[in-house]
């Protein structure tokens, strides 16, 4: 907007993920500019190289690209669309990249609602360690002109990123990444039940499906936390319980059945309803055991 050479950035949201990939936005060269309602994140990111905001009014004003990387659909509805929120206080022609995952509902609304001013809807694959190593997966939905402006962002950030479609479908994507994730787990917590209540080395057995066609990065990564019932998160059941819900609503935004989508929602919730909200998703297993009578916790 201003035609510096180093763009400014204002970083709302810095969180788990939103910290490190601001502080990789720093390292890129951007002059980035944070706000969180955590004030020690924001002390945090000025000693990283950042500069510390009091509000999101002062973190956007100015800023040439506006990124939000908050937790859920009413962090962003306040955040971005509130009183005092970013579209209040953003520049015209400025570039807004929400990172978060929501509903694509909330994404359109937020495109819809930002006149004057460039939307992105971004959401991320690769979890807290991808953020840190700034190689994540990011999933685009908008256009393509503001697509190949957030470029030296996504670089910073990301190691692909990829334009899906119009406002809304990056979030689409990622649904559907959190179903296809969320079921593969719920099976293999059920052939590891099958082979362990019959009798059969279960560890072998995985070995052998990892590298068949049942392989996947799931069993690649996880079938030996798995095995031993170390449900360290990673990314915990209460996020993906929320990232179902989107797969449910979308499910029903695009007049679409998704029988199995339904399964795994409840795979998780009874997770979630059975103490494990902060534990790893692999933690579908404790779920399957629970089903059969055959708990080891
Ligand atoms: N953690 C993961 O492994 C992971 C992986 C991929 C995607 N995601 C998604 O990324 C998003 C962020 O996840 P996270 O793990 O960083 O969450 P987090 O809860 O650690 O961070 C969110 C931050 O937003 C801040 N915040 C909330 N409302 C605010 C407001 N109105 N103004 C300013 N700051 C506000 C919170 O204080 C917090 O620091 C979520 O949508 C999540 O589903 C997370």
């Known amino acids: 907007v201003n035609g510096d050479l180093v763009p400014s950035i204002g970083f709302i949201g810095l969180g788990i993920m939103g910290a490190p990939m601001a502080r990789n936005l720093v390292r890129a060269g951007?002059?980035?500019?944070?706000?969180?309602?955590?004030?020690?994140?924001?002390?945090?990111?000025?000693?990283?190289?950042?500069?510390?905001a009091g509000s999101i009014a002062e973190a956007v004003r100015g800023a040439d690209i506006v990124v939000t990387m908050l937790p859920a659909d009413q962090h962003v509805e306040t955040a971005v669309l509130g009183e005092d929120g970013v579209?209040?206080?953003?520049?015209?022609?400025?570039?807004l990249i929400d990172f978060s995952t929501i509903r694509p509902e909330t994404a359109q609304k937020v495109a819809a609602a930002a006149t004057g001013i460039r939307v992105l809807d971004a959401p991320v694959s690769g979890g807290q360690q991808g953020a840190?190593?700034?190689?994540?997966s990011i999933m685009v939905g908008g256009a393509e002109a503001d697509f190949a402006a957030a470029r030296r962002v996504f670089d910073a950030v990301g190691r692909v990123a990829a334009l899906v479609g119009p406002a809304g479908a990056g979030q689409v994507v990622k649904a559907a990444n959190q179903l296809v994730v969320g079921g593969t787990y719920a099976l293999v917590a059920e052939a590891i039940l099958l082979m362990e209540a019959s009798g059969v080395d279960a560890s072998a057995g995985l070995d052998m499906l990892a590298g068949g066609l049942a392989g996947s990065r799931i069993l690649e990564l996880k079938r030996g936390s798995m095995l031993a019932r170390d449900f360290t998160p990673g990314f915990r059941i209460d996020l993906h319980h929320k990232d179902m819900g989107i797969v449910l609503d979308a499910a029903r935004q695009a007049?679409?059945?998704?029988?199995?989508?339904?399964q795994v929602?409840?795979?998780?919730?009874?997770?979630?309803?059975?103490?494990?909200?902060d534990r790893d998703h692999?933690?579908?297993l404790a779920v399957a055991e629970q089903l059969s009578g055959r708990s080891t916790a």
């Open 30 to 52: 951007f002059a980035v500019t944070g706000f969180d309602l955590n004030a020690e994140a924001v002390a945090a990111l000025a000693a990283d190289g950042g500069k510390p």
């Open 132 to 136: 840190v190593d700034g190689v994540l």
């Open 265 to 277: 929602a409840a795979y998780v919730q009874a997770a979630r309803a059975q103490g494990l909200g």
């Open 255 to 262: 007049e679409v059945a998704l029988p199995f989508g339904f």
């Open 282 to 284: 692999s933690g579908l």
């Open 87 to 95: 579209l209040a206080h953003i520049e015209p022609g400025a570039l």
